[in-house]
């Protein structure tokens, strides 16, 4: 059974520092992994995805790392703003019992940037 | 362009009442899943539809929950005989689908439920 951990549970840091949250997952028989954005009340925001056969992704201030054989991904945030702040969530795009797609989330890293 | 809508935002209802959630996919998008949030669990994947193929419901948690999908568009997600660990925030999520994993799941705003 696919498990993702993110680590770590809760990050708190001053306006432009540099940051990486961590993404581990337990079977490397992944189709893709996402990272999403959630603001509290809200539904989420995806970020970045980087397909299985990839090795990284960049938007804009954000780049996310894939090393499927190791089962690990980070996500980088350079010069971090407050408008930054919120839960992000690492997730993997697995087979079902059913035969289709589903994806497995971690329980979020919830980020909180200082001014 | 519009984004994934739910409906309604929030629900109360009280135990043992049926309820019914709605989602309207983005225009084109062919794949449609449900999920749920909860505080112990986190996110969980519940169903998933493509198209007219019949739906892959390998993540019910109980046969009190059903969701149709009608004319490939608008799904219906169906609880009957609510209990308070139904409580959760459920979404809803589309994409396009040109092969499995290839392209990102978009997300609805959710629907907040509370079973009293």
């Known amino acids: 059974k696919q498990e993702v951990t993110q680590i770590p549970a809760a990050l708190s840091v001053p306006e432009g520092e540099n940051l990486v949250l961590n993404c581990s997952f337990t079977?490397?028989?992944?189709?893709?992994l996402q990272w999403f954005r959630q603001d509290p009340g809200k539904g989420l925001t995806s970020l970045l995805l980087?397909?299985?056969?990839?090795r990284e992704q960049t938007s804009g201030r954000l780049n996310a790392s894939l090393d499927k054989s190791s089962g690990r991904s980070t996500l980088y945030i350079a010069a971090s703003q407050p408008g930054d702040s919120a839960t992000y969530l690492c997730?993997?795009?697995?087979?079902?019992?059913?035969?289709?797609?589903?994806?497995?989330f971690g329980k979020g890293t919830k980020l909180t940037v200082n001014p | 362009g519009a984004g994934v809508s739910q409906s309604p935002s929030n629900k109360v209802t009280e135990k043992g009442k049926d309820v019914e959630l709605r989602c309207d996919p983005i225009?084109?998008?062919?794949?449609l899943y449900w999920y749920r949030q909860s505080l112990g669990q986190g996110l969980e994947f519940l169903i998933y539809?493509?198209?007219?193929?019949?739906?892959?419901k390998s993540g019910l948690p109980s046969d009190r929950f059903s969701a149709e999908r009608t004319g490939g568009s608008v799904s219906t997600l169906t609880i009957q005989r609510t209990q308070q660990e139904d409580s959760a925030v459920y979404l809803c999520?589309?994409?396009?689908?040109?092969?499995?994993?290839?392209?990102?799941?978009?997300f609805g705003p959710g629907t907040r439920l509370t079973v009293t």
């Open positions: 999520a589309s994409s396009l689908v040109a092969g499995l994993g290839r392209h990102e799941q978009y």
């Open positions: 079977d490397s028989a992944i189709y893709n």
């Open positions: 980087i397909q299985s056969s990839q």
């Open positions: 997730a993997v795009s697995v087979l079902t019992q059913g035969g289709s797609e589903k994806l497995v």
């Open positions: 225009s084109g998008h062919t794949a």
């Open positions: 539809f493509q198209g007219n193929s019949a739906p892959d």
